[in-house]
T-cell receptor
């Protein structure tokens, strides 16, 4: 069955430090992968997506993610975190042939001043 | 108006009430979704409509009743809810499905059942 795992429920980093959020997926075919961000009380905003091509994708707000088929991973990175990046981050996979988007449980990011 | 708009943003209802959540998308998309977001649980897909036809129905209790009168509007009718139904209900839309495009989300309706 298709699934998405985000191993880290909470991550705390200092402002200006680098960030990596982990995402592993289980999917039989070529995955369509997404990262979303959710601020408290808000909906989900797309940060970036991967469908094919270059395995390093750039997104909004200075985020990037790298697709690694051999590791079934799609980790999100940012070289220097800002206090405004504090939010919850969700990795998702789009299931081919259906209208399903399968989400991980999310990683809550806290940023220390 | 842009994107996906949900109303109301907050709703408190008793277990015997009937209420409806509304979603409107201004993106020209052909698919609309209801998700339930509870604390410490993954987003749960409830319903999907494509071109006003229901294409996914993930074992949702009958006290939740969706309605899609046209491709821009989606409703979730609620009746005789339980306290465990308290959650953030998110509406989303997409052009096609997850295999070729992303979903765009509304800001959600925070539902509290008392």
């Amino acid at each position: 069955a298709q699934s998405v795992t985000q191993p880290d429920i909470h991550i705390t980093v200092s402002e200006g430090a680098s960030l990596e959020l982990r995402c592993n997926y289980s999917y039989g075919a070529t995955p369509y992968l997404f990262w979303y961000v959710q601020s408290p009380g808000q909906g989900l905003q797309l940060l970036l997506k991967y469908f094919s091509g270059d395995t390093l994708v750039q997104g909004i707000k200075g985020f990037e993610a790298e697709f690694k088929r051999s590791q079934s991973s799609f980790n999100l990175r940012k070289p220097s975190v800002h206090w405004s990046d504090a939010a919850e981050y969700f990795c998702a996979v789009g299931a081919s042939g259906t209208y399903k988007y399968i989400f991980g449980t999310g990683t809550r990011l806290k940023v220390l001043a | 108006e842009t994107g996906v708009t949900q109303t109301p943003r907050h709703l408190v209802m008793g277990m015997t009430n009937k209420k409806s959540l509304k979603c409107e998308q201004h993106l020209g998309h052909n698919a609309m979704y209801w998700y339930k977001q509870s604390a410490k649980k993954p987003l749960e897909l409830m319903f999907v409509y494509s071109l006003e036809e229901r294409v996914e129905n993930n074992s949702v209790p009958s006290r939740f009743s969706p309605e899609c009168p046209n491709s821009s509007h989606l409703f979730l009718h609620l009746h005789t809810l339980q306290p465990e139904d308290s959650a953030l209900y998110l509406c989303a839309s997409s052009q096609g499905g997850g295999q070729n495009t992303e979903a765009f989300f509304g800001q959600g309706t925070r539902l509290t059942v008392v």
